[in-house]
Nanobody, 122 residues
Framework: QVQLVESGGGLVQAGGSLRLSCKVS????????MAWFRQAPGKEREFTAR????????YYADSVKGRFTISRDNAKNTVSLQMNSLKPEDTAVYYC???????????????WGQGTQVTVSS
């Protein structure tokens, strides 16, 4: 069984930065594709970024490209999302997901965290 626990959300002013972390339990972390999705109020969950087992296999949504960086530490079973130059439209609950394919579709992720709130004030 794989369990995910996110941390690092909070309230920040526009232009600021936050770093989200996702701790994953289970011995197969190194083989998993990890991703961050987000869900704003009244909207569907949307893909934000993903990273394959090889840390150089990353992909970003156009809306965050150049501002967000996803990374992983296989020794610590952790995936992180560094978010810079935050905008009010980045306000959402951010979810960490784990799956077995390189995908941007939420349906392809088998395990999810509980989510962490990110609020960006203008």
């Amino acid at each position: 069984q794989v369990q995910l626990v996110e941390s690092g959300g909070g309230l920040v002013q526009a232009g600021g930065s936050l770093r989200l972390s996702c701790k994953v339990s289970g011995r197969t972390f190194w083989s998993l594709t990890m991703a961050w999705f987000r869900q704003a109020p009244g909207k569907e969950r949307e893909f934000t970024a993903r990273i394959g087992w090889s840390a150089d296999s990353t992909y970003y949504a156009d809306s965050v490209k150049g501002r967000f960086t996803i990374s992983r530490d296989n020794a610590k079973n952790t995936v992180s999302l560094q978010m810079n130059s935050l905008k009010p439209e980045d306000t959402a609950v951010y979810y960490c997901g784990a799956g077995r394919t390189l995908s941007r579709a939420g349906a392809d992720y088998d395990y999810w965290g509980q989510g962490t709130q990110v609020t960006v004030s203008s």
